[in-house]
Structure formats: C-alpha cells, structure tokens
C-alpha cells in the first residue's frame, strides 16, 4: 500500500512534467513559426527536419518522463533552431512615404 508522501510526489512529478511540457510545445511552435517564415532553401529543409526529430522525442515522452537534464538540453536545441531560422529570415524594409 502507498503512503501519502509517495501519492504526493507522484502528483508534484506529473505538474512539474505537465509544465514542461507546455513550456517545450510553445517554444516548439515558436521555432516552427519562425521556419515556416524561410523561404525554400536547404537551410529550412535541414531545420523542419530538425524541429521533426525534436517533436518525436517529445512525444517518447509519453513512455517515460525526461530529466531536468533532458529538458533542459531540448529547450536550448529548440532555441538555436529558433535563432537559426530567426537570422535566417531576411526582413523587409518598408520605405516610409514622404
């Protein structure tokens, strides 16, 4: 029979891995906005693959639970995707009416 200090940490795990989760999806969707925003080139191609591979181990997730460790190494692979794309992405000047 479970104690309740075991009920306890059980629970906390499963918020904490809830947060995470939110927090790794919505840089995940970052990354894949600021790639969608590249035009067709090798570039793009190589970092959809990347992002692809990146939303596979997040979904391994579901049969085990990532480490601290392991998060945080996936928060800082989706975040050089994201800047990779962001300079990636050539911006366009208005020229302002006189």
Excluded: Y
């Excluded at 919505?26 to 894949?32: G, P, R, V």
């Excluded at 962001?86 to 911006?91: D, R, S």
């Amino acid at each position: 029979m479970e104690t309740e200090d075991e009920n306890r940490r059980e629970s906390w795990t499963r918020v904490t891995s809830v947060r995470d989760r939110a927090k790794v999806e919505f840089a995940l969707n970052q990354a894949e906005s600021c790639v969608t925003r590249m035009g067709p080139t090798p570039t793009t191609r190589r970092l959809r693959l990347a992002l692809e591979v990146l939303r596979q181990t997040v979904a391994s997730w579901d049969a085990v639970d990532p480490t601290d460790e392991q998060i945080g190494l996936l928060l800082e692979h989706i975040a050089e995707v994201r800047d990779l794309a962001q300079n990636g992405t050539p911006t366009v000047r208005l020229k302002r009416a006189k």
